[in-house]
């Protein structure tokens, strides 16, 4: 039965979803029958491949720089006080900003293309990946740094061969957090500054009072942002199958 749980949560949402498009019956709001043609059509058409590809592209930029810096900050941050001490206010700082009000001034300072949107994303993702980080590496056992310095390994081999696998269970924790905060955050800056891309898609329908169309693509999202999810769960099992730890809890926010 607890295999099948997230099948039939989905079946009961899309049942509510249909009961409540057919008792209210406003054009705002097409049930699920009504929009799979459009999402049939989107497909079928071609029209959403490129905006598919212009969002992943930016959602993979950003997230690849947030893992080359946010990594080895939250490393850092974790086993250094010095680092710690300096970072820790700046991330605290810009912590509780909304995301969504720099994007204006970026586009200010960036442009309007790409650059600007993988800025902001990169800017958001990077945050949980060196919170997590540095929670993983300060919970690091001293007795397996120490047996590695005894056996005559430097700082940097402590860090590779010691401290990142230790870390690694915490750390993968906050990049899932962190795909679905950039998925938000992509979404969110292609509605503001509008080119191309599914958050583009979702305004300009929504504009044209095209509100199937808007549905369709909400749906597109849903499923890209739950594929991505489940695919890295499974990889974040695989690479820390060693570890007594929260395999099955959801991470938390940072």
Known sequence: MIRFGPLIVLAALLALWQAAGMAMRVETLPTPLAVLPELWALFASGEIWGDLRASLYRLAAGFVLALATGVPLGILCGRSAAVRGFVSPLLALFYPV??????????????????????IIYLSVTLPIVYHGQQGAAAVEEKLVWSARAMGTGRAGVLLRIILPASLPELLLGVRVAIVIGLIVMISSEMIVRQNGLGYDIFNAMDMAQYRLTYAVIVVVAVLGFVLDATFERLRRRLTFWAPERQDQLPTGA
């Open 98 to 119: 909304p995301k969504a009000a720099l994007i204006p001034i970026l586009m200010l300072w960036l442009g309007a293309g790409d650059l600007s949107k993988i800025t």
